[in-house]
Nanobody, 117 residues
Framework: QVQLVESGGGLAQAGGSLRLSCAAS??????????MGWYRQAPGKQRELVAT???????NYADSVKGRFTISRDNAKVTVYLQMNSLKPEDTAVYYC?????????WGQGTQVTVSS
C-alpha cells in the first residue's frame, strides 16, 4: 500500500503561480515506483492527465499546460512536484497525485486549485 500526501493547492490570480507537492510513503517498495504524475478534475468534467514523469525523468504533458507547467521528481524523497505558472481560470480543478507501483495505480486525496480572473 502506498500513501500519497499532496500539498500546495490554493487560490491564485490569473497569470500567477502555484507549486504542488506530493510525497509517497507507507511502503517498503516506494522506491520502485515507476511513474508519478498529476491529474485534475474540474466540476462536471472527467479526470484528465496534466503531466507525468518516469523514474528516469522522462516527462509527458497535456497540450493545455505545455510551456506553463513543469513536473519534477525527487527520487530520494519519492516526491513529485508540479510548478504551475501563467495560470488560467480554466486550470481551476481538484488536482490529484498519481503513482504507479507494481502495475497498480495509487491516488492522493486531491488538492483544490482555484484561479480567479
Amino acid at each position: 500500500q502506498v500513501q500519497l500526501v499532496e500539498s500546495g493547492g490554493g487560490l491564485a490570480q490569473a497569470g500567477g503561480s502555484l507549486r504542488l507537492s506530493c510525497a509517497a510513503s507507507n511502503s517498503v517498495s516506494i522506491f520502485t515506483i515507476r511513474d508519478m504524475g498529476w491529474y485534475r478534475q474540474a466540476p462536471g468534467k472527467q479526470r484528465e492527465l496534466v503531466a507525468t514523469i518516469t523514474k528516469s525523468g522522462s516527462t509527458n504533458y497535456a497540450d493545455s499546460v505545455k510551456g506553463r507547467f513543469t513536473i519534477s521528481r525527487d527520487n530520494a524523497k519519492v516526491t513529485v512536484y508540479l510548478q504551475m505558472n501563467s495560470l488560467k481560470p480554466e486550470d481551476t480543478a481538484v488536482y490529484y497525485c498519481n503513482a504507479v507501483l507494481l502495475g497498480l495505480d495509487y491516488w492522493g486525496q486531491g488538492t483544490q486549485v482555484t484561479v480567479s480572473s
